[in-house]
């Protein structure tokens, strides 16, 4: 499918065809200026919000993404502390009672079991960085050495490429482990910032029109 080709509806929402045409599944998103930004899909089926369903995996209507995946990603790409709304649209013959609140624990759950997966992983890049000074260290002091001894090993006339490469195997040195212990674990937190949002979203469940309804609009 080509991505340029993707519709746009008056109301500015994008709509993502990721499956078979007679079971459209529409992600689309809005932000209303002082009330906060709202997210709606439109599911075939409620585990879509989870998993993806079974089909064919090189039809071009293909949806790879989940219903969170797609909020997630949104919310992160958006710099925006104001309240999340989540209409989630489901054929009527899904529909069952008490499922805003099913969906609502569910997506807590999710949330939070990201979020504490997240902080694992950030602990753990941490770790990694701290644990890479054992190969940093020696190749920083390595490259000291060369600088402080080019004179005994090429003369006092000096060289400028044992000088430069020196200081490279420096900044190669020390440059992994801070960019590893400092910037990496950042995105981690930046999801997390995401997934509090999505957790206290609030939430409706309605049911969607027919596809021939639809097309007439």
């Given amino acids: ?31 209303i200026r002082g009330k906060g930004q709202e997210i709606e899909l ?7 919000m989870f998993a993806l369903a079974q089909t064919d995996l090189f039809s071009e209507y293909r949806n790879y ?17 104001s309240p999340v709304r989540l ?21 807590r759950r999710y949330c939070n079991q990201r979020m504490r997966y997240n902080e694992r992983e950030r602990r753990a890049v941490r770790l990694g960085g701290v644990r890479s000074l054992l190969v940093g260290v020696p190749i920083v002091a390595i490259g000291y050495l060369l600088v402080i001894f080019e004179d005994r090993l090429v003369g006092r006339a000096g060289n400028i490429v044992l000088d430069t490469t020196g200081w490279v195997l420096v900044w190669v040195g020390i440059w992994f ?19 509090r949002r999505l957790r206290d979203a609030e939430i409706s469940v309605t049911t969607w029109e027919s596809m021939t309804a639809l097309d007439r609009h």
């Fill in 1 to 31: 499918m080509n991505e340029n080709a993707i519709p746009k509806t008056a109301q500015g929402f994008h709509r993502l065809d990721c499956c078979h045409p007679l079971r459209l599944l529409i992600y689309s998103c809005t932000v």
């Fill in 65 to 81: 993404l989940t219903g969170v995946e797609y909020c997630i990603s949104l919310l992160r790409s958006r710099r925006m502390r």
């Fill in 42 to 48: 439109r599911l075939n089926h409620a585990e879509d």
């Fill in 87 to 107: 209409r989630l649209s489901l054929p009527e013959a899904e529909v069952e009672d008490g499922m805003t609140d099913r969906f609502r624990v569910a997506l």
């Fill in 177 to 195: 482990p801070l960019d590893t212990f400092f910037f990496s674990p950042l995105g981690y937190g930046r999801e997390n910032q995401a997934l």
